[in-house]
């Protein structure tokens, strides 16, 4: 006789089968690499952040969500937070970056225990939301672009490839381009095997930071780095990322107050570890579907991988990653933004609508924050009849 407890378990981990070994999910986890990569290598390089800690964090979180959500829920580095610390190595302390890790586990922990988040759900127009996720489409394609007009000979011929293959379910598309990558990076710089060479195996933990970091570096994380973080996650990481969700798996369905609860536990997890603040988003996603992923078996896959860099490659992984080149990274965070971007046309044709949408893709593209905010105050001008088109 089955247990409850294994027929629970059983339930949990039946949508791995069939697609963990699946070229289609192998191919699809990658599909966030465009803003994982950057940041990553910032906070190892600029910041001086372990890399250990963040590998090892990153590929627990990745595996854990994986499993949780059954659906390509992504983790990604705060982009926020990890901007205005890359930006500023010089004033920006390692503790002021775990401080406002923490800040934001309280922040998301108090939203979704309040029942804010779910409020600010239920007052939040379907133009507004649609808006954001156009802004952040448009805005992830302008980056695409800029990291591409840097080899532009290799971002064509990895975006060709990439347009042929996309709906090819034999050949995956993501996997081809990292292929491409890593030959593209060898021929333009032959003096990479030497770098290739130094790449070594060893075993390592990651470092506990409980304990290490000052109230006054809490303090100033908070404010310097976690406050302008909160509106860039309320709309991409929780809002989005449910609408998204719920929109292309609604048989997976989740709730903003579990994500925004998710977003405390896995940012207290990361800060105990010497993790980076982390987030979900809706880009995240996109990119994860527009290459194959369809479960959360994609992060499962990319966690393990993560997970066996950190522990045995630490200190090799700027190497590793820095075999991809820009260019084919702003291939993928180009159509990660399409991605994004196309799904927001079932906003029908109400002339007042697609003005909130306008408006609120518009400011997002530079402040989700504000498009947020200002999409929100027309849809309710035109709902009480101030304003009139």
């Known amino acids: 006789m089955e247990t409850q407890t294994q027929a629970v378990a059983k339930s949990r981990f039946s949508f791995l089968k069939g697609n963990v070994y699946n070229l289609s999910e192998l191919a699809g986890a990658f599909g966030d690499l465009g803003t994982l990569v950057p940041f990553v290598v910032g906070y190892i390089v600029v910041a001086?952040?372990?890399?250990?800690?963040?590998?090892?964090?990153?590929?627990?979180?990745?595996?854990?969500?994986?499993?949780?959500?059954?659906?390509?829920?992504p983790i990604q580095p705060m982009k926020a937070i990890?901007?205005?610390?890359i930006a500023n190595p010089n004033t920006v302390t390692p503790g002021m970056i775990y401080g406002s890790g923490i800040f934001s586990a309280i922040v998301w922990i108090l939203m979704a225990v309040t029942g804010a988040v779910t409020w600010l759900n239920k007052i939040t127009a379907k133009p507004v939301m649609r808006g954001i996720m156009l802004g952040l489409g448009i805005s992830f394609a302008i980056q695409g672009v800029n990291m591409m007009v840097t080899q532009w000979v290799v971002a064509l011929c990895a975006m060709v490839i990439a347009l042929l293959l996309l709906t090819n379910k034999r050949i995956p598309a993501m996997l081809v381009l990292l292929v491409l990558g890593f030959g593209v990076s060898l021929i333009l710089n032959p003096n990479l095997m030497n770098d290739v060479k130094q790449i070594s195996l060893h075993f390592q933990l990651p470092s506990l930071v409980f304990g290490k970091v000052t109230w006054q570096e809490i303090g100033l994380g908070a404010v310097i780095l976690g406050i302008p973080q909160v509106p860039l996650t309320l709309g991409n990481a929780v809002l989005g990322t449910v609408t998204e969700n719920n929109q292309l798996f609604p048989d997976r369905p989740v709730t903003v107050k579990k994500i925004a609860l998710d977003h405390g536990i896995i940012n207290i997890f990361s800060f105990l570890f010497g993790g980076i603040p982390v987030c979900h988003g809706a880009g995240g996603m996109a990119g994860h579907v527009r290459f194959g992923a369809k479960t959360g078996g994609a992060l499962v896959m990319l966690g393990t991988i993560l997970l066996i860099?950190?522990?045995?490659?630490g200190h090799s992984v700027t190497i590793i990653?820095?075999?991809?080149?820009?260019?084919?990274?702003?291939?993928?965070?180009?159509l990660a933004g399409m991605e994004l971007a196309s799904i927001v046309w079932d906003i029908g044709t109400d002339k007042k609508d697609i003005y909130v949408l306008l408006l609120t893709a518009g400011l997002s593209i530079f402040n989700i924050g504000i498009g947020f905010v200002s999409g929100l105050a027309l849809y309710y001008a035109f709902k009480i009849k101030w304003i009139k088109i």
Do not use: E
């Open 48 to 73: 001086k952040l372990d890399p250990v800690s963040i590998l090892v964090t990153l590929g627990i979180l990745k595996i854990f969500v994986g499993l949780y959500f059954k659906t390509p829920v």
């Open 82 to 85: 990890g901007a205005a610390a």
């Open 309 to 313: 860099l950190g522990l045995f490659f």
């Open 321 to 334: 990653f820095g075999m991809i080149p820009r260019a084919v990274l702003g291939v993928i965070l180009f």
